[in-house]
């Protein structure tokens, strides 16, 4: 059954670094997002994209963060200068399409822990 | 606003029947999933409503009231292994921007 990756599992680094999160998605979905989990809190949105932009953005996605599907498999999320708020678990998620039925199912991936020192 | 509030835990016997109930408050409403989630793992996908109505899939149903803001989540023969979070979440908005409950945690005991 086809799924969504990503990798690093789990990465650190230190305050003020830039990491790069990256996914690839389920190979025939058009529409992709990442979102975060802070340990002990619930899931929230940060992103959606769609034909090669930005769809839609939550507050939490401010200038520090980046997006893009540097090839026709990736879809990475840069997070620029790493704040220790900015650790939580990012999971990324993908979506056949956004027509009101079944295909508008975003399946995610196991998550990419990042832990900023 | 948005608002989506479930249970924050429920606790229920082996091969018993338990609801987990969600109300929700959005700006937009496109459809409302259910996901599991065990500890330290991504959601993984249980239901689907768009209309109102009770939704079957094996062990699990789902029911949706539009009108009412209020969906359950119904698990009949509980297993150990159901024990995890259980996330209510609302399609709002036209790009499919998926919107969280804080989750429910059961747990399944003997």
């Known amino acids: 059954e086809p799924e969504v990756t990503q990798t690093p599992s789990h990465q650190v680094t230190q305050m003020g670094q830039e990491v790069i999160l990256r996914c690839v998605p389920i190979s025939n979905h058009l529409y992709f997002y990442w979102y975060r989990q802070i340990l002990g809190q619930k899931v929230e949105f940060l992103v959606s994209?769609?034909?090669?932009?930005?769809?839609?953005k939550s507050e939490i996605f401010d200038d520090q963060f980046s997006v893009e599907r540097p090839d026709g498999s990736n879809f990475t999320l840069k997070i620029r200068s790493t704040k220790l708020e900015d650790s939580a678990m990012y999971f990324c998620?993908?979506?056949?399409?956004?027509?009101?039925?079944?295909?508008?199912?975003?399946?995610f991936g196991p998550g990419t822990r990042l832990t900023v020192l | 606003g948005q608002n989506i509030d479930q249970p924050t835990e429920m606790t229920a016997t082996e091969g018993a029947i338990v609801q987990i109930n969600c109300t929700y408050q959005?700006?937009?409403?496109?459809?409302l999933f259910w996901y599991q989630q065990h500890a330290g793992e991504a959601p993984t996908f249980l239901s689907y409503?768009?209309?109102?109505g009770l939704e079957e899939k094996g062990r699990f149903s789902s029911f949706l009231s539009r009108s009412k803001g209020y969906s359950y989540l119904l698990l009949k023969e509980l297993q150990m292994k159901d024990s995890a979070s259980y996330l209510c979440a609302v399609i709002s908005g036209g790009y499919n921007k998926l919107i969280f409950g804080a989750g429910t945690r059961l747990a399944v005991h003997p």
């Open positions: 994209f769609y034909n090669n932009e930005i769809s839609e």
């Open positions: 409503n768009v209309l109102d």
């Open positions: 959005t700006s937009g409403f496109n459809g």
């Open positions: 998620a993908s979506s056949a399409g956004t027509s009101g039925s079944l295909s508008d199912t975003q399946y």
